[in-house]
């Protein structure tokens, strides 16, 4: 059965940590469920953990994502939506037809989303193509897990990949030197 993905916009207050003060937020959640009450009902569950003991949060939009999957990376911290166009040959008409779909995956930047989109697509039967990859404005993604023992290691992998910290991926310097004296001595 294919998941249905909702869009839940959440005002609540989030501490900021720029000005150390509590600042009052409306940000997107990604929530999977059978329907716009439970998907109400799960947010409101899932954001008791944000939230501070007495405080309160209010749902001011509910919708259906049209994301197709969910994507989480290792050493990711943001969402990003890319475009895939699936390739098709019409035999009646001779024409090549495309179909678009979308899928959310973790990145730091967008050509990290790129190069994660194309390694999620790489078992993929058909032709595609990439036209675009933008950055998602959802904060956090909630799968539903039934809770039965098979989907215990599955939520446990993507709870792991999701929470996963970005790690510095700066050049270091030193090893770019000793790799460029070893590329000019042989």
């Known amino acids: 059965m294919s998941a249905t993905w909702y869009e839940c916009k959440v005002k609540y207050r989030k501490f900021d940590e720029a000005s150390a003060t509590q600042k009052v937020k409306t940000e ?29 949060i209010k749902i001011t939009n509910i919708k259906v994502a049209n994301f197709a999957e969910i994507h989480p990376f290792e050493n990711a911290d943001r969402w990003f939506k890319s475009k895939v166009a699936l390739i098709a040959f019409d035999e009646e008409s001779g024409k ?63 709870t792991r990949l999701k929470d996963s910290v970005p790690f510095d991926n700066q050049p270091d310097g030193e090893l770019e030197t000793a790799d460029s004296l070893v590329t000019e001595t042989e």
């Not at 990604?30 to 329907?35: E, F």
């Not at 409101?44 to 007495?54: C, H, I, N, Q």
């Open 96 to 158: 090549e037809r495309k179909t678009n779909q979308y899928l959310l995956v973790q990145a730091n930047d967008v050509k990290e989303a790129y190069e994660n989109t194309v390694h999620v697509m790489k078992d993929s039967m058909g032709e595609y193509s990439i036209p675009a990859v933008s950055e998602s404005p959802i904060v956090d993604v909630f799968p539903y897990f039934s809770g039965d023992e098979d989907e215990t290691e599955r939520l446990e992998e993507f």
């Open 28 to 56: 997107p959640f990604l929530v999977d469920a059978i329907s716009y009450t439970e998907a109400e009902s799960r947010i409101t569950e899932e954001m008791s953990a944000y939230l501070l003991e007495g405080e309160e």
